[in-house]
C-alpha cells in the first residue's frame, strides 16, 4: 500500500517547529515544520497554513487519517527540492520576506496549502496523475482557491514598498486564476491526459482550467450541493482508485442535477469548449409620434414635421406639470429597449438582466445553440443598463467587460474586469506548474 516514499536530513536544520490540529473532524494530528535557520522567518507561516489547510479539508472533504504531518521548508539554493507532495510529508518553498499581504507571504501560503492539498487530491484519493491530472492538480487547485476564497484572502497586487504606502489591493483568487485558463484559445479538455498536450502552457491549464471549469460548476450547482457532493467523492473514494467518470457521477447523483453536470463534462472536460458571449447591442430610445398620414374619425390627414414637434412639446409640457417630480429618463412617450446578445462558443445558459431608469428590472434567459437572440422591452422608462451573467456563474467567459453595458459610461467597470493586473499575474503562473 505504500504510494512513494521520501525522507529528509540536513544538520543545518533549526530545532523543528511543532504545533497540533485539535479541531472538528479529524483525531489530533501533529504539525512539524523542518525548516533551515536562514528562512526562520517562513516556520510559523508554514505551519499556520498547514493547521488551517487540516481544519479546511476536514470540514470540507472528510478526516486526515494521519497522526503527523511534516511540512520541510528546502535551504537557500535549493529551490527544486520546493512544492512537492508525499502522504504525511510536503516540501513548501523559502522566501526572504514574507511581510504579511505581500506577494511573497501569499505565494508561501499558497505553496503550502497546495502540497498538504495533495495529501488528499491523490494521496488519499488516489487517482492517476499521468492519465487524468485533473483529479489532481486541478480539483486540488480547486480547492486551495476555495479555501483562500472564503478565507477572504486574494492575489495581493502589493510590493512592500507599495504596502508601506497604504497600498493594499488584492486580486480575487478565482478571477486570478482564469486569466491562466487559456479561455481564449483553450487547447486540451481538462480531462485530457498529461503527456500527451499541445504545449506545456496547455499542460499548466489544468490547474486554472480545472479550478475555473469547477468554480463555475459550483456557481450553477451551489455551494451546499458542490460541498455535499465533494464529501460523497471522498467517502466513497478515499484508499480507492478513482477516476473521472466516478468524479462525475458522484457529482451528478448527490448534486441531483444530473444534465448540468453532464453539459458541463462534455462541454470541458471531455472536450474543449470556449465560451464567448456577449452583449452585442444595446439601446433604449423614446418611441415619437411620426410624420405621415393618419387616420382621425375616418379621414385620412397628413401630418407634416411640424405639426409633429408642436404636438410633442405641448403633450411633453403637459406632462411635466402633471409629473414635477418625474426622473430622468421617463417622460409622456413610450421607450423601446432593445439588447441583441450573441454568442461565440458553447451554450451555457445565460441570465440577461435590464436596469431602468425607475429602478425596475427585467429579466430574460439566453439558452441553447442559437448564435444570437435579441430582447426587446417597451416601458415607459429609459434602460440605464445591461448584464449578461449577473450572477457571475461563467468565469469560463474569454472576457466579461463585454458581458455587461450602460448607456452612460461606467468608470467602474473597466476597473473590475482590468487586464492590467494579468501582467502582475503573469509569473505567478510560471510558477505554478512547477507545483
Ligand atoms: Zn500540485
Do not use: C
Amino acid at each position: 500500500d505504500v504510494i512513494d516514499f521520501a525522507f529528509t536530513a540536513d544538520n543545518r536544520f533549526a530545532e523543528p517547529l511543532v504545533g497540533y490540529y485539535e479541531g472538528e473532524g479529524s483525531p489530533k494530528v501533529t504539525v512539524q515544520v523542518l525548516y533551515p535557520p536562514e528562512y526562520a522567518s517562513n516556520a510559523a507561516p508554514v505551519l499556520k497554513a498547514t493547521i488551517d489547510s487540516l481544519a479546511y479539508f476536514s470540514r470540507t472533504l472528510g478526516a486526515y487519517p494521519y497522526r503527523t504531518v511534516t511540512a520541510v521548508i528546502p535551504p537557500y539554493n535549493a529551490g527544486e527540492a520546493a512544492g512537492m507532495e508525499y502522504p504525511t510529508f510536503f516540501t513548501a518553498d523559502g522566501y526572504d520576506d514574507v511581510t504579511p499581504g505581500t506577494l511573497n507571504a501569499h505565494r508561501l501560503d499558497f505553496v503550502t496549502i497546495h502540497e498538504f492539498g495533495h495529501g488528499y487530491f491523490m494521496g488519499l484519493l488516489a487517482s492517476n496523475e499521468f492519465e487524468e491530472p485533473m483529479l489532481d492538480e486541478g480539483l486540488n487547485e480547486y480547492w486551495n482557491n476555495r479555501m483562500l476564497s472564503e478565507r477572504g484572502q486574494g492575489v495581493p497586487l502589493a510590493t512592500r514598498l507599495l504596502k508601506r504606502l497604504g497600498f493594499s489591493a488584492q486580486f480575487p483568487q478565482f478571477q486570478a486564476e482564469r486569466m491562466g485558463a487559456m479561455l481564449r484559445e483553450p487547447a486540451d479538455g481538462i480531462g485530457a491526459n498529461s503527456w500527451d498536450r499541445m504545449s506545456s502552457g496547455s499542460y499548466s491549464s489544468v490547474y486554472s482550467r480545472t479550478a475555473t471549469v469547477m468554480r463555475d460548476l459550483e456557481a450553477q450547482l451551489g455551494s451546499v450541493a458542490t460541498e455535499r457532493a465533494f464529501k460523497a467523492y471522498y467517502a466513497r473514494w478515499s484508499f480507492r482508485h478513482p477516476s473521472i467518470a466516478d468524479l462525475r457521477e458522484t457529482l451528478a447523483e448527490v448534486s441531483g442535477q444530473r444534465a448540468l453536470v453532464e453539459r458541463v463534462f462534455a462541454q470541458q472536460v471531455y472536450a474543449t469548449g470556449k465560451i464567448d458571449d456577449r452583449i452585442a447591442k444595446f439601446d433604449s430610445d423614446e418611441v415619437l409620434p411620426q410624420p405621415g398620414t393618419q387616420l382621425i374619425d375616418g379621414k385620412r390627414s397628413e401630418l407634416d414635421e411640424e405639426t409633429i414637434e408642436k404636438q410633442i412639446s405641448a403633450t411633453r409640457k403637459e406632462w411635466k406639470k402633471a409629473n414635477p417630480d418625474a426622473k430622468e429618463g421617463s417622460g409622456p412617450y413610450p421607450f423601446l429597449t432593445r439588447v441583441l446578445v450573441s454568442r461565440q462558443g458553447v451554450a451555457v445558459p445565460q441570465t440577461l438582466r435590464v436596469t431602468f431608469a425607475d429602478d425596475s428590472v427585467e429579466t430574460a434567459q439566453f439558452d441553447g445553440a442559437l448564435r444570437w437572440q435579441r430582447f426587446s422591452w417597451s416601458k415607459p422608462v429609459r434602460a440605464v443598463s445591461a448584464q449578461l451573467d449577473p450572477e457571475q456563474r461563467h468565469y469560463l467567459d474569454v472576457s466579461k467587460a463585454d458581458d455587461g453595458r450602460t448607456l452612460e459610461p461606467d468608470k467602474t467597470l473597466s476597473w473590475r474586469w482590468s487586464s492590467d493586473a494579468a501582467a502582475i499575474l503573469q509569473n505567478l503562473y510560471a510558477l505554478l506548474v512547477t507545483l
